[in-house]
């Protein structure tokens, strides 16, 4: 039991380390706060349509269109802080953006 | 001699130990951390193109390969394997963070816990060193056991 004691030991401090600080640092970052952004559906290649007609929160986004988050999908609309002209465009600096539900 | 040859044996044994336990700590550490936040996890190496189509099986065959090498460092007589094992994870972990230094550097990280928090270039750092140690730890035991015999 001896010679097992030290790793017995790294492994409780461990387990108890990730669970004070598991969830923190999260680079991951989850939904950002609701913000206006100018919405464009993006279908794989480029972007197609701004989604309304100016800047809109995602909520109001997802609702108008059918893209909705999922982690593994395909990007379906990027969001930016100003308006995209000269469409389509390749995917800039966006803000936030949806992946497709499938 | 002799006393000598005994002496330097402990010092290499409390060495393997605490190379060791720095091994079981940052593994159990990092896997339970991706354990308890896996929809995350997920997520951040869905986003790593080269790791894309594998996110949902590395996203557990990752976690639980640290848990098993940390099983082996724990029981002295794997111990040996365990290290190897632990050298050839880091430096699989290294060339990954290489890569994503070189080729996307703007993307998470998708690795557990507060090593979250260091910059691509810090973590690097942080892998090689321990690929480093593991190896020498290795080396070590390699060494005391043809002593020993």
Known sequence: MKKYFLGIVAVLFAVALSAFTSGSGNHAKKEKPLTDLYWYLFDGTQITTQVGTGPTDKTSAETATTCSDNPIAAVCAYGYMNEQTGLPKPPGAFNDRFKKSN | ?149
């Open chain 2, 1 to 149: 001699m002799k006393n000598s040859g005994i002496t330097q044996n402990n010092v290499s044994s409390i060495l393997i130990e605490c190379i060791s336990a720095s091994l079981i700590l940052l593994f159990v550490y990092t896997a339970t951390s991706k354990l308890l936040a896996h929809n995350s996890f997920v997520f951040t190496l869905s986003q790593s193109p080269l790791l894309q189509q594998y996110s949902i099986p590395l996203s557990w065959v990752i976690p639980f390969t640290e848990i098993l090498i940390s099983c082996f460092l724990v029981i002295p007589r794997l111990r040996k394997t365990g290290l190897l094992f632990s050298v050839l994870l880091m430096t699989a972990f290294t060339i990954y963070v290489g890569y994503m230094i070189a080729f996307t550097p703007r993307l998470p990280c998708s690795c557990g816990g507060v090593i979250k928090s260091l910059t691509w270039k810090e973590h690097l750092l942080l892998n090689i060193s321990f690929v480093v140690m593991a190896l020498f730890g290795w080396l070590m035991i390699k060494k005391n056991k043809i002593l020993l015999q």
